[in-house]
């Protein structure tokens, strides 16, 4: 039984899931919302699925999602401006999404590694991850 | 059972990409359809990664993620401002 | 062509390849079964080569010479574009206006852009150890420059941008691949031959050409990216219609 790759599983259907159905209908505001919750998720998807097929070398998109996702929702952001409905629904969803979703994966991972250069690497996506998800919802919240 | 999770993973992901492939071409105003397609785009880099080829993921999640919308909405600014000209 | 015989040839193209598809789908090996003689013979191979990630081995090594293909698609397609988007007569460069960003925003912007260009040079440079290489990296640095446009405004952007030094790295990362290739040439062996020393295998110098055929590569896709994307912005935000141009500022002086 290999807990981590449950965990992906269980993020991938209830997360990434539920942020489609919000991405596909709606308002702009609402689906710019959905695609940020979705790039967060995926990057902790990324770093379970890492852990659980024991491949540290997968930590890598990781830290790439972690980089561009917040850019891609910064550039919906900054080209969708006008049509985005201040404050687009759902966006209180978004900060609890981050503040817990982000040590609740990655403590357990951390503690799985151990010291070492891997761990510098999950905190720096860690790092990233709570950074892009604050400014982002700030930046919708301006929009 | 790890064969099991492995192929549930492959499954959901399958999944993923058929709907948001479905939703994107329900949607038909470009704008909101570039969100669609940036939500395929990591659905995609999910299934590769799932069917173990992270590389081919890491170049779907570059190119995906920011620069693809870019120039989707770029384009999309510049149409709408000729329309509105015409 | 009229609608009926547009839709006969619809009918015909979908038939056939519902044919072929459905062909091929009933000659297909089982989905996840342990019988992959490319793959042994492709692992193998790159074990020899010393390069630990077998598909570096496989686009930069075994076959190197269809990556100067991909390369050349990318080339081309950009130059296509730099022809297609130019500034054309009766059309009037205007600086954009300045766009109000949130300062939050405007601070990660700043603070991650040195960030995301050592993790797209890092992903550039450990594309023969880990997943990644030169096209993946190129693009994640022509995005993190970007981060400037979306995160403080576009004339920082252009501070950073000057196009015409992008263009030329395009070209000079083009022309790098095509020369190495030479080089193995010229080394008695033949075109895009992994002739340096493979060094020890898992570590940064390992690979022979494969980490400079990397670096070329990414030198090529991270400018023709900055200057596709360049060719967007200012046809989307710089290039006005002089007819255009007139009407709005008609109108801004009727509102005033």
Redesign the interface.
């Known amino acids: 039984?290999?807990g981590w790759?449950?965990a992906?599983?269980v993020l991938?259907?209830a997360g990434?899931?539920p942020?489609?159905w919000g991405?596909?209908r709606g308002g702009?505001g609402r689906?710019?919302v959905?695609?940020n919750a979705?790039?967060l998720l995926?990057c902790l998807?990324?770093l379970l699925?890492a852990q659980g097929?024991g491949?540290p070398?997968?930590v890598?998109?990781a830290l790439?999602?972690s980089v561009?996702?917040p850019?891609?929702t910064l550039?919906?952001v900054r080209?969708?401006g006008d049509?985005i409905d201040a404050p687009p629904p759902g966006l209180r969803l978004l900060t609890p999404l981050v503040a817990v979703g982000t040590p609740a994966t990655l403590v357990p991972l951390c503690i799985a590694t151990g010291p070492g250069r891997a761990l510098l690497k999950l905190l720096v996506v860690g790092a990233l991850l709570v950074a892009g998800g604050l400014v982002t919802s700030r930046a919708l919240r301006h929009a | 059972?790890?064969e099991a999770?492995?192929d549930?993973?492959v499954v959901?992901?399958l999944l993923?990409v058929a709907?948001?492939a479905t939703?994107a071409v329900?949607?038909r105003d470009p704008?909101?359809q570039?969100?669609?397609l940036?939500?395929l785009g990591?659905?995609l880099?999910?299934l590769f990664?799932?069917l173990?080829a992270?590389?081919v993921?890491?170049?779907q999640?570059?190119?995906g993620?920011?620069?693809t919308?870019?120039?989707i909405?770029?384009?999309?600014?510049?149409v709408r401002?000729r329309k509105r000209?015409e | 062509m009229t609608r009926r015989a547009r839709l006969w040839v619809l009918t015909a193209g979908l038939l056939g390849t519902a044919a072929l598809f459905a062909a091929a789908c009933l000659r297909m090996p089982p989905f996840g079964g342990t019988w992959h003689p490319y793959g042994d013979r492709a692992v193998q191979a790159a074990l020899l080569q010393r390069t630990a990630?077998t598909?570096?081995s496989v686009n930069f090594d075994q076959r190197a010479f269809d990556t100067l293909g991909e390369e050349s698609i990318l080339f081309a397609a950009v130059l296509g574009t730099v022809v297609l988007l130019r500034r054309t007569s009766g059309e009037r460069r205007v600086t954009p206006q300045p766009a109000s960003v949130p300062p939050a925003v405007r601070r990660y912007a700043i603070a991650v852009l040195p960030l995301a260009l050592l993790i797209g040079l890092y992903?550039v440079a450990h594309g023969q150890l880990s997943?990644?290489?030169g096209?993946?990296g190129g693009?994640?640095v022509?995005?993190a420059l970007?981060l400037l446009y979306?995160g403080v405004d576009y004339r920082a952007l252009e501070r950073v941008r000057p196009v015409g030094l992008y263009e030329l790295a395009d070209g000079v990362g083009e022309g790098a691949y095509v020369v190495l290739g030479a080089a193995g040439l010229l080394a008695g062996s033949a075109y895009l031959a992994n002739i340096l020393p493979l060094g020890t295998f898992n570590t940064l110098s390992s690979g022979g050409t494969v980490p400079l055929l990397n670096a070329a590569v990414g030198m090529e896709v991270a400018s023709a990216?900055v200057v596709?994307?360049a060719r967007?912005?200012a046809?989307?935000l710089e290039i006005v219609?002089e007819k255009?141009e007139g009407?709005e500022r008609g109108e801004r002086r009727k509102r005033e």
């Open positions: 039984m290999n790759l449950v992906a599983a991938v259907v990434l899931g942020s489609l991405a596909a702009a689906r710019v959905a695609q979705a790039t995926l998807v990324f699925l097929y491949r070398s997968y890598d998109l790439v999602t561009l996702g850019a891609g550039v919906f080209l969708l049509e | 059972m790890r999770l492995d549930a993973l959901a992901s993923f709907a948001a939703a329900l949607t704008a909101r570039a969100v669609v940036s939500l990591l659905g880099a999910l990664t799932v173990q992270p590389d993921a890491l170049s999640l570059a190119v993620s920011a620069v919308p870019l120039m909405l770029l384009t999309v600014r510049e401002r000209r | 990630n598909v570096s992903v997943p990644g290489g096209f993946q693009v994640v022509a995005t970007h979306v990216v596709l994307l967007f912005l046809q989307a219609d255009e009407r």
